[in-house]
């Protein structure tokens, strides 16, 4: 009874705390109270959930998702899961989605859809489908993105909540802008703004009246951009948002440029350059300094050009040498906390060994102690080589990780300045046009095999969990064939099922989940336009067997080998030139194997691949 007094009385001064110190103090407040292991599950949950708020407050994604994790781990022991648990995996999916982990951020997304079919919850389901898609978007998987988004639209008219509305129409104009398809962005950004005036949100109004202003630069619609870039610097005047007023600078200038206002122009790009220098907007300046640069060596002033890639280079290096910088000494500070600890176990060890000596010289002949004292330190050093070695591994995979995610800043900013660069095509000639394209392919395909090597890290490094629970295959199946229906459409490909209505197995649905995305995607990506995809479920006594068969390009038997007994795949380009990684397969192998099953592969070149697998009856 006295323990849980001070454990609320601790909480509630922490909530009166306010301030930057007052968070830090949170902070270190809420870890010590976490080290008392007479804390009861509920009480170990609640704090995890307060320091996940606290972490996210101060912009710390990683550490945030880390949190909010444990508490989700809690929720489950302690048989909280009705309303709490799917709370605490969307706010674990959100923090992930920012830290940059895709796969388990679907995964926690893919779970609150489940419970809430069992539990309703409309408002979070909602979300849930916006947050979905938001993800796919972040990876450039405009389909994906699209399928949710217009299901969270469903879900918020059905809700008659105007904001979510607005949210869902200006997220699928965002697709619609970066597939091309510049009308009908314009028509669901004016549903948006609509419905943002109505309810006087000044923050998205401007967001929305940049968002029109650029797809109608990117259509040379020149009449119709200053309009909306005037009245949305004019609303961030008033409710103070420097990063819109940055923005709105930069974009007339390049309105300016095109229209051959140099002067104009330049002067833009100055107010842009010095507003986000001043307010500490570095990615609006990155954007600013790469346009302005940009702008000065089509005008042929490349000595001014010159000096803008240089502030930009300087920029880009300082951001990059600051993530660094934080990763390093985040490693630094755990390897040295292992250090301490190895060399106080070798201390205590050393001692014992003392008087284990001292012992044995009292009762044994020399020439035995001296065997005896031998064959014991042999032991402990085998024993300490074993496990420094176990600890250098881990070590290993912490640090790949931290690679992983840091690989992929640089990666993007590459991608994001060569499509900047293609934006202006008319300005370049056909063989400049034709190498920025294929940098642009080249970058994206970086850019899909650094998420592949991320996933295959969260394989090897165990944050992936397997957890075996009943479903229903057929379903899981249909779900996941919707995902690419468009995909295949657009190829000419039809998919054709021949499953039971309804097939229980046993596995993990989730791991089961990404072994039928990436196989489809394998599938559409080496079929031939107007080819059939067949999905084929058969069930015995104690197996559930699933084909996916194909009519594509194939693959020769020796690579077949590689793959399942070598582990080694190579990446080939789909029949549309689609590019990959080629880890899928191995993942997926990997995969089947945490569920006591195995990926089997027939495939004749030119004549098609069937993929089949086994899985436990439920």
Known sequence: MYLKLIYHCLLSCLLLCSGSYASESRLDSLQQVLKDSRLSVEEELSCYEQLGMEFEENYQATEAAQAYQQAVILSRKSGNTGNKLPSLLYRYAVMASYAGDFTNTI????????LTEHVPNDVLRARTLMQTGMVYFFQNEWDKAHYFYQLALNAAQKLKNKEGISIAYNNIANIYQKQQLPQQAAEYYGKALKIQRE??????????????????LEQNQLHAVSAPLNEAMDIA???GDNEIIALSYMHLGVLNSITGEKEKANDMFKKAEKLSLETGYDRVRQEVLLTAGDFHRQSGDYKLAYEYLIKLQNLTDTLMNQEMLAKTQEFEIRYKSRESEAELLLYKQKLK????????????????????VTLIINRKRSRLRNKTLKELNETKDK????????LKSPAIAQKVAIDAMIKHADKYDAETLGLLSAFSNAAESQLSLLQNLLNWANLQTGKMTYNPLPFNLSETIHKNLELYAISAKNKGIQFITDLPEKCMVHADRQMINTVFRNLFDNAVKFSKPDDIIRVVVSRDDSFTRVSIIDQGIGMPQEKINELQMDGKTTSDEGTYGEKGSGLGLIICNELLERNNSRLEIQSNPDKGTIFSFNLANS
């Open 107 to 114: 995964s926690a997304l893919e779970e609150i859809l489940k």
């Open 199 to 216: 309810l006087a949100d000044s923050a998205s109004i401007c967001n929305c009246l940049m968002n029109i202003a650029t797809n109608n």
């Open 237 to 239: 005047i008033k409710i």
């Open 353 to 372: 060994i003392v008087h284990q000596q001292q012992i044995f010289l009292s009762v044994i002949l020399i020439l035995l102690t001296i065997l005896v």
């Open 399 to 406: 640090l790949f990780s931290i690679i992983s995610h840091d």
